[in-house]
């Protein structure tokens, strides 16, 4: 597995501190020849993301962008899955902390109450922090098994492209929490308007080989070829200019904006936000009510 990053973890703004932190480095980082490899590392907890690990990922994209070496950045999970999503229910959530705001200007959340707090907090780690990434100006590619489910779906779409070995399965079953996906709304993109209505409605399982059909992922293989495969594919493109690469990137990307990508999620986060204000005043939280256990049984 690839070593910890050596970059010093994000500090807090204002507030209360974060508790210290006692376990291993939530990302790994390690650069081997032209490839950057980014490492989520949570894996007991199928590698939730919770704030730590976000600002950590951040931390390691901008060393792979600042790295003339690298010409490649390859994201991955420890474990047995790529990632379950947002963290909303293992001993190491830090929602309520703050850290230092990277991708946009909205305030400090954790002194915040309501909307006010939720908008301003999932506007910088959620749809900011994605928006960020995708604008790498390196190809990124995901390296997808088991579990990309929820927010672990926005880590895999702002990746350029997805290898995905034949045990891995996507879904984003937000729905049944009344919220009408996950804050990156990047659904009828990465794949046709119905196909995303049913993924949404049914909240189902899609797995690897309907997501190869559909488009949403380029390659997939066997679980023992996952790594290799990735890594033949990063050397490949690795080969081309850097500027070619980083031109031809936000060459497309900007195509999906003209296509409705940016103004789409813009509107989408507000409906997003909607809900979770609606089941604040009806439920007994942001959630609909629905916790980890909760959607595990909904979802087996």
Same mark, same amino acid.
């Given at each position: 597995?690839? %070593?910890?990053?050596?970059?010093?973890?994000?500090a807090p703004?204002?507030?209360?501190?974060?508790?210290?932190y006692?376990g291993p480095?939530?990302?790994?980082y390690?650069?081997?020849?032209?490839?950057?490899?980014?490492?989520?590392?949570?894996?007991?907890?199928?590698?939730?993301?919770?704030?730590?690990?976000?600002? %950590?990922?951040?931390?390691?994209?901008y060393?792979?962008?600042?790295d003339?070496?690298?010409?490649v950045v390859v994201?991955?999970?420890?474990?047995?899955?790529?990632?379950a999503?947002?963290?909303?229910?293992?001993?190491?959530?830090?929602?309520?902390?703050?850290?230092?705001?990277?991708a946009?200007?909205?305030?400090?959340?954790?002194?915040?109450?309501?909307?006010e707090?939720?908008?301003?907090?999932?506007?910088?780690v959620?749809l900011g922090?994605?928006?960020?990434?995708?604008?790498?100006?390196?190809?990124?590619?995901?390296?997808?098994?088991? %579990?990309?489910?929820?927010g672990?779906?926005?880590?895999?779409?702002?990746?350029?492209?997805?290898?995905?070995?034949?045990?891995?399965?996507?879904?984003?079953?937000v729905?049944r929490?009344?919220?009408?996906?996950?804050e990156?709304? %990047?659904?009828?993109w990465?794949?046709?308007?119905?196909?995303?209505?049913e993924?949404?409605?049914?909240?189902?399982?899609?797995?690897?080989?309907?997501?190869?059909e559909?488009?949403?992922?380029?390659?997939?293989?066997s679980?023992?070829e996952?790594a290799?495969?990735?890594?033949?594919?990063a050397l490949?493109?690795?080969?081309?200019?850097?500027?070619?690469?980083?031109?031809?990137?936000r060459?497309?990307n900007q195509?999906?904006?003209?296509?409705?990508?940016?103004?789409?999620m813009?509107s989408?986060?507000?409906?997003?936000?909607l809900a979770?204000?609606?089941?604040?005043?009806?439920a007994?939280?942001?959630?609909?009510?629905?916790?980890?256990?909760?959607?595990?049984?909904?979802?087996?």
């Open positions: 597995m690839p %070593a910890a990053h050596d970059s010093p973890r994000p703004h204002e507030g209360p501190e974060p508790a210290p006692q480095e939530p990302v790994l390690e650069r081997r020849g032209p490839v950057a490899y980014v490492t989520m590392n949570r894996p007991r907890y199928r590698n939730a993301q919770n704030s730590a690990m976000t600002y %950590a990922l951040d931390v390691a994209f060393r792979a962008a600042d003339p070496d690298v010409k994201l991955a999970g420890a474990g047995d899955h790529f990632s999503g947002h963290d909303i229910g293992t001993p190491e959530r830090d929602a309520h902390l703050p850290f230092e705001r990277r946009g200007l909205w305030w400090d959340h954790s002194d915040k109450q309501g909307a707090s939720r908008f301003a907090r999932e506007s910088e959620y922090m994605c928006r960020r990434w995708r604008e790498l100006p390196k190809p990124v590619i995901a390296s997808v098994h088991g %579990a990309c489910v929820a672990g779906l926005m880590l895999a779409w702002v990746c350029d492209l997805i290898v995905a070995s034949d045990d891995a399965f996507f879904a984003d079953p729905v929490m009344g919220i009408p996906g996950v990156y709304f %990047a659904h009828p990465v794949m046709p308007p119905r196909v995303a209505k993924f949404l409605f049914t909240g189902d399982r899609m797995s690897a080989r309907r997501a190869y559909v488009g949403m992922v380029n390659r997939v293989v679980r023992g996952l290799g495969t990735t890594d033949e594919l490949r493109v690795a080969e081309m200019p850097r500027l070619g690469l980083a031109l031809t990137k060459a497309v195509a999906e904006d003209l296509q409705g990508l940016h103004a789409g813009d989408v986060f507000g409906l997003h936000h979770h204000a609606h089941n604040a005043e009806t007994k939280d942001s959630l609909g009510g629905m916790d980890v256990r909760a959607m595990k049984e909904a979802n087996a």
